[in-house]
């Protein structure tokens, strides 16, 4: 009798379905020890596995092991295996002789990228993926045309924060209740943290992400009724008191295997066709969901597993102590401050402040790309390298040379202070760039293209912002200001 092998991201129905004999988890303790990860995202993962574990009973042998290998190894009988999620895992499980099945859990069929892929000679505009796929999918489609006349309401979807607002004001998000296995997993972790065994980062706290597929449904629900109408306008904007704005949180369970994401953009679809939420808010939420998150899972097939080594800006530094550790008392930068406060809080911030954030002060300060991904893959409750390495190598961090994204995403403090509240209570002033109040942001900006350059005068969408550098009588100020700070804390 052949055994299903599932892996710890494999846990929704659609990993089992066809499948009538027995099934195996394995719960490799090598996993927590290899990386210092945030602690919510262990107890996430080992409650989701746990109560999967218990729902399927005695159908799954439910292994507790040091190494995946040594489970695996025992077994008698063939082991199948949906295929996994990263270069690694699919290493592992054709050297141990698993017959692997096809990718679940994800909208567009791998071989469906690869022939569009061929033919755009290199240049893989996820636009023209997305609607590729909404057609494919039939997804705010009529007869062939986009659903509310257009195909991107992006330009509706920009806003900063309602003037003067503390909060968007919408419902708050569906939250789990934790349980016997969560306290189990609490137990576990802390026995293993004081026998030195494993150690984390960020803060334990309640578990706020779905850990079984009724939990996840129920926040799919939650959002889709309460949250998706909103969910558009504001999407890029950053309140402090307001961590969630109208975001769906559902990342985690998607990529816990947990939900489907054609069921979950069927879902938002059905609320506007019903009226409950308008075109902009549910476009731009299927683009997140069927086009974003999709095609990010198959740049990274696509681009091959030494991807994650590309460094075209030759990044060689070093992530600061108070970075990794996620210490938000460390710095003065109001907004550094908060955004790491918050990762150790809940191991999850919207994309906002990952990108223009986190990700754009390591690309301004010249952080190894590997270490980036590394910090990102660990500190993050939805981190997995499948996502992780494009998001940083192409999206974030420009190391591709420019393959994912045509121009990098960094800014000055004057994007901040337009997209959040942060600078108001700032000691820094993102209109100053020299001096005792100079914005970390805005000085690293500049500081970064005239690092840059030469690379980018060539980028049409980068010349003009190289050009700016001419007019800065303080360049030669700010240039030395920024080496001197380098690293420290600002
Ligand atoms: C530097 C950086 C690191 C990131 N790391 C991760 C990560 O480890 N795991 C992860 O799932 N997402 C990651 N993202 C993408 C995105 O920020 C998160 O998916 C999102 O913030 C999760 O919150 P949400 O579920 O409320 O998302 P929503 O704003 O509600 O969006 C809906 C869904 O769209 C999908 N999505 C949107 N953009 C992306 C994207 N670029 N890549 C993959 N999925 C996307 C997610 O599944 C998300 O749940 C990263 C983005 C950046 C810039
Ligand atoms: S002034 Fe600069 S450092 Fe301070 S919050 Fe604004 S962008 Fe961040």
Same mark, same amino acid.
């Given at each position: 009798?052949?055994?299903?092998? @599932?892996?710890?991201?494999? &846990?929704?129905?659609?990993?089992?379905?066809?499948?009538?004999?027995? @099934?195996?988890?394995? *719960?490799?303790?090598?996993?927590?020890?290899?990386? $210092?990860?945030?602690?919510?995202?262990? #107890?996430?993962?080992?409650?989701?596995?746990? #109560?999967?574990?218990?729902?399927?009973?005695?159908?799954?042998?439910?292994?507790?092991?040091?190494?995946?290998?040594?489970? /695996?190894?025992? @077994?008698?009988?063939?082991?199948?295996?949906?295929?996994?999620?990263?270069?690694?895992?699919?290493?592992? !499980?054709?050297?141990?002789?698993?017959?692997?099945?096809?990718?679940?859990?994800?909208?567009?069929?791998? +071989?469906?990228?690869?022939?569009?892929?061929?033919?755009?000679?290199?240049?893989?505009?996820? +636009?023209?993926?997305?609607?590729?796929?909404?057609?494919?999918?039939?997804? &705010?489609?009529?007869?062939?045309?986009?659903?509310?006349?257009?195909?991107?309401?992006?330009?509706?979807?920009?806003?900063?924060?309602?003037?003067?607002?503390?909060?968007?004001?919408?419902?708050?998000?569906?939250?789990?209740?934790?349980?016997?296995?969560? %306290?189990? /997993?609490?137990?576990?972790?802390?026995?293993?943290?004081?026998?030195?065994?494993?150690?984390?980062?960020?803060?334990?706290?309640?578990?706020?992400?779905?850990?079984?597929?009724? *939990?996840?449904?129920?926040?799919?629900?939650?959002?889709? +009724? #309460?949250?998706?109408?909103?969910?558009?306008?504001?999407?890029? %904007?950053?309140?402090?008191?307001?961590?969630?704005? %109208?975001?769906? @949180?559902?990342?985690?369970?998607?990529?816990?295997? =947990?939900?489907?994401?054609?069921?979950?953009?069927? $879902?938002?679809? +059905?609320?506007?066709?019903?009226?409950?939420?308008?075109?902009?808010? !549910?476009?731009?939420?299927?683009?997140?969901?069927?086009?974003?998150?999709?095609?990010?899972? #198959?740049?990274?097939?696509?681009?091959?597993?030494?991807?994650?080594?590309?460094?075209? =800006?030759?990044?060689?530094?070093?992530?600061?102590?108070?970075? %990794?550790?996620?210490?938000?008392?460390?710095?003065?930068?109001?907004?550094?401050?908060?955004?790491?406060?918050?990762?150790?809080?809940?191991?999850?911030?919207?994309?906002?402040?990952?990108?223009?954030? &986190?990700?754009?002060?390591?690309?301004?300060?010249?952080?190894?790309?590997?270490?980036?991904?590394?910090?990102?893959?660990?500190?993050?409750?939805?981190?997995?390298?499948?996502?992780?390495?494009?998001?940083?190598?192409?999206?974030?961090?420009?190391?591709?040379?420019?393959?994912?994204?045509?121009?990098?995403?960094?800014?000055?403090?004057?994007?901040?202070?337009?997209?959040?509240?942060?600078?108001?209570?700032?000691?820094?002033?993102?209109? /100053?760039? !020299?001096?005792?109040?100079?914005?970390?942001?805005?000085?690293?900006?500049?500081?970064?293209?005239?690092?840059?350059?030469?690379?980018? *005068?060539?980028?049409?969408?980068?010349?003009?912002? /190289?050009?700016?550098?001419?007019?800065?009588?303080? =360049?030669?100020?700010?240039? *030395?200001?920024?080496?001197?700070?380098?690293?420290?804390?600002?």
């Amino acid at each position: 009798m052949t055994t299903r092998w @599932l892996f710890g991201d494999q &846990l929704g129905p659609h990993f089992v379905d066809d499948h009538r004999g027995p @099934l195996l988890m394995v *719960e490799a303790r090598s996993v927590f020890r290899r990386r $210092r990860f945030h602690r919510a995202k262990a #107890h996430l993962v080992l409650s989701a596995m746990r #109560h999967r574990a218990a729902q399927l009973g005695d159908r799954l042998a439910y292994v507790k092991a040091d190494t995946y290998g040594e489970a /695996v190894r025992d @077994l008698d009988g063939d082991v199948e295996v949906v295929h996994p999620t990263s270069y690694a895992a699919l290493g592992l !499980v054709e050297r141990l002789g698993c017959r692997v099945l096809p990718p679940r859990g994800f909208a567009t069929p791998r +071989e469906d990228f690869e022939r569009w892929a061929d033919g755009r000679r290199g240049k893989l505009l996820m +636009e023209d993926f997305y609607r590729r796929a909404r057609l494919a999918h039939g997804v &705010l489609v009529d007869g062939g045309d986009p659903a509310g006349g257009q195909w991107n309401f992006d330009h509706d979807n920009r806003e900063p924060p309602p003037k003067g607002a503390t909060t968007l004001g919408v419902s708050d998000p569906w939250w789990p209740t934790e349980d016997d296995i969560d %306290a189990e /997993v609490r137990e576990d972790l802390d026995r293993w943290e004081r026998d030195g065994d494993v150690q984390f980062i960020g803060r334990d706290g309640d578990r706020r992400f779905p850990a079984t597929r009724r *939990e996840a449904l129920a926040a799919l629900d939650h959002f889709v +009724e #309460h949250r998706l109408p909103e969910f558009g306008a504001h999407e890029d %904007a950053i309140l402090e008191g307001d961590p969630w704005m %109208a975001h769906s @949180l559902i990342s985690a369970p998607m990529n816990l295997g =947990l939900l489907d994401p054609l069921e979950v953009a069927e $879902r938002a679809e +059905e609320a506007y066709r019903s009226g409950a939420a308008p075109i902009a808010s !549910v476009e731009g939420f299927v683009r997140q969901v069927i086009g974003w998150r999709d095609y990010v899972w #198959h740049v990274y097939w696509h681009m091959g597993d030494g991807y994650r080594r590309e460094n075209g =800006l030759r990044a060689t530094g070093r992530i600061p102590q108070w970075f %990794a550790e996620l210490d938000g008392d460390a710095t003065d930068a109001r907004c550094l401050s908060h955004t790491l406060d918050q990762v150790a809080t809940y191991g999850w911030v919207h994309h906002i402040p990952r990108l223009m954030l &986190l990700g754009s002060y390591a690309l301004q300060r010249g952080w190894a790309p590997t270490q980036v991904t590394d910090w990102f893959h660990r500190a993050f409750v939805d981190g997995y390298d499948w996502v992780m390495v494009p998001n940083i190598v192409g999206m974030s961090q420009h190391a591709d040379g420019g393959r994912m994204m045509t121009k990098p995403y960094t800014s000055g403090g004057a994007y901040i202070n337009t997209m959040s509240d942060h600078c108001g209570s700032c000691r820094f002033d993102p209109k /100053v760039r !020299v001096g005792e109040n100079a914005c970390p942001f805005s000085a690293g900006y500049w500081w970064f293209l005239d690092r840059h350059r030469e690379t980018f *005068e060539a980028n049409h969408r980068m010349s003009r912002a /190289v050009r700016g550098l001419d007019r800065l009588k303080d =360049l030669a100020e700010l240039v *030395e200001q920024e080496d001197r700070r380098g690293n420290r804390a600002p």
